[in-house]
């Protein structure tokens, strides 16, 4: 399956992030999930302890996708942007998103805006090469930056040629997560690609509930185990978007 046969669905989109250790525990997230029936999954490959035997990675990837008919996303999240400690360089690590590219049947993958450009425009190649699509992201756990660094993220996505620009911030006020909003409406305007944008923590809940009114095309929920701060469990979250969407209908 790939990404284009979710624009059939109204977004948001949902996704659920996989966060096992091994293959076990990934086996039991996607039994529990599964069920919830979110339109696509995040493996968060950050979380998995034998990330560094390639082909073990591949072939879970290969089992994620065969358990699962959704599209699958592949994420290492970087420890600078809120991942988890690994045991690869990054050469390891662009290595790997290389072989995920050229050798599973993942759908997209997530690398960090912020990483060097070389590494960026090499990902870009493979993954144009071999049909994967590729999300450039940007994770502030700290606070909102200003407006002007958000949209200066989301540009260079766009300028590095992603096919999805990802912004996630933490919120010190209602104010921040309101400014998010506006912000991603800006950035859904002038951009030609999409963007995905969200507000963590508790405060930040509502840019997932509502960050779709703005241009946001996914939003992410929990099935087992949140991957980032603020997380709604998925059916709670496909509740509140739907019933929001029919109490104010689709916004333009």
């Not at 991942?83 to 690398?111: H, P, Q, R, T, Y």
């Not at 090499?122 to 144009?128: D, E, Q, V, W």
Request: overall charge negative; hydrophobic content about 40%; some cysteine.
């Amino acid at each position: 399956m790939t990404f284009e046969l979710l624009n059939n669905k109204r977004i948001p989109y949902i996704c659920a992030p996989l966060t096992g250790k091994n293959r076990e525990e990934i086996l039991f997230e996607l039994e529990t999930i599964i069920p919830m029936q979110p339109d696509l999954i995040e493996w968060r490959v950050d979380f998995f302890k034998e990330i560094h035997k390639t082909k073990h990675v591949l072939s879970i990837a290969e089992e994620i996708s065969t358990v699962s008919d959704m599209p699958l996303l592949f994420t290492i999240r970087s420890e600078k942007e809120g991942g988890e400690s690994i045991s690869l360089s990054e050469d390891g690590k662009v290595n790997l998103l290389s072989e995920v590219c050229k050798n599973s049947a993942v759908d997209m993958i997530d690398f960090e805006v912020s990483n060097d450009r070389d590494h960026i425009k090499a990902l870009r190649k493979i993954s144009k090469e071999n049909n994967k699509k590729l999300i450039l992201s940007y994770h502030n756990f700290d606070h909102t930056p200003v407006n002007p660094e958000i949209l200066k993220r989301v540009f260079e996505a766009e300028f590095y040629e992603a096919d999805i620009a990802k912004v996630a911030v933490m919120p010190e006020n209602k104010e921040d997560v309101l400014r998010l909003l506006e912000v991603t409406q800006e950035a859904d305007e002038v951009l030609d690609i999409p963007v995905v944008t969200m507000s963590m923590g508790r405060i930040g809940s509502m840019s997932r509930m509502m960050g779709w009114a703005y241009g946001s095309i996914i939003t992410f929920g929990v099935g087992v185990q949140s991957s980032a701060p603020g997380q709604v469990p998925i059916d709670r979250l496909r509740q509140m978007i739907e019933m929001t969407q029919e109490t104010v209908g689709e916004w333009e």
